[in-house]
């Protein structure tokens, strides 16, 4: 693999292909090579694909389907990993794509945390796939289930041991991780203030997510009563 995974944007939409472009040359490992804009260039020359070792490829294109376009890449035998980006939600899409053997599938709209958490997860993946010739069936679960789980330390096991398959609308696993490596780094109890600060984030977030750490048994609240007023709650990671 090279020092840089190179980056194909295949987009109808100038702004959307900019902000991917912007957001690929913000996770460390990538560079983009082209932007095809499907406003200006309707066919694709499979020689666009050449030097690319991922594609970023949108489905609704205007005089081409992105599905469609991406059994061609295939019948091609061209060797390029495709991560859909789309709004398109509806299972025949989605099973279209995960048949031909994409490795990830963002819908849109979608935050910088997840669009990195997918590039990184692919690094990752292509990494560990360089590193040996052959692989025991242990190395491969590992392989196909650690992939999402990506730069997090609330990983599949401890998902599992909690319940955490799917968080919330509007939560997602960094901002969890770094809620939890904040209560891991201090030897007292922290209020929501406190975490709010050490983090740079709202309250109101900070609260969202302590409660659904609760909920899941993660960490623990500890009120403390003064002499008015109402008591101070405190969290704590659970022993």
Known sequence: MR?????????????????????????????????INFQEKRRIEFDDLKNADLLLLDIYLPGEDGINLLKKIRASNINIDVIIISAAKDVSHISDALNLGVVDYLIKPFTFERFKMSLIGYKQLKRNLKKKSRFNQDEIDKLMWKKVAVDQDISSP??????????????????????????????????????????????????????????????????????????RHYYKLTE
């Open 3 to 35: 020092e840089y995974i190179n980056v194909l944007i295949i987009e109808d939409d100038p702004m959307v292909s900019y902000i991917n472009r912007k957001f690929t040359e913000k996770v460390p490992g990538f560079k983009v090579i082209k932007e």
């Open 158 to 231: 401890e998902r599992e041991k909690n319940n955490i398959r799917k968080l919330p609308k509007g939560l997602d696993y960094t901002t969890l991780n770094k809620i939890k490596k904040n209560l891991e780094n201090k030897d007292n109890k922290l209020s929501t203030l406190e975490i709010a600060k050490n983090l740079g984030l709202s309250r109101v977030t900070v609260q969202r997510y302590l409660k659904f750490m609760v909920d899941k048994g993660i960490v623990t609240i500890e009120r403390e009563y003064g002499k008015i007023g109402r008591p």
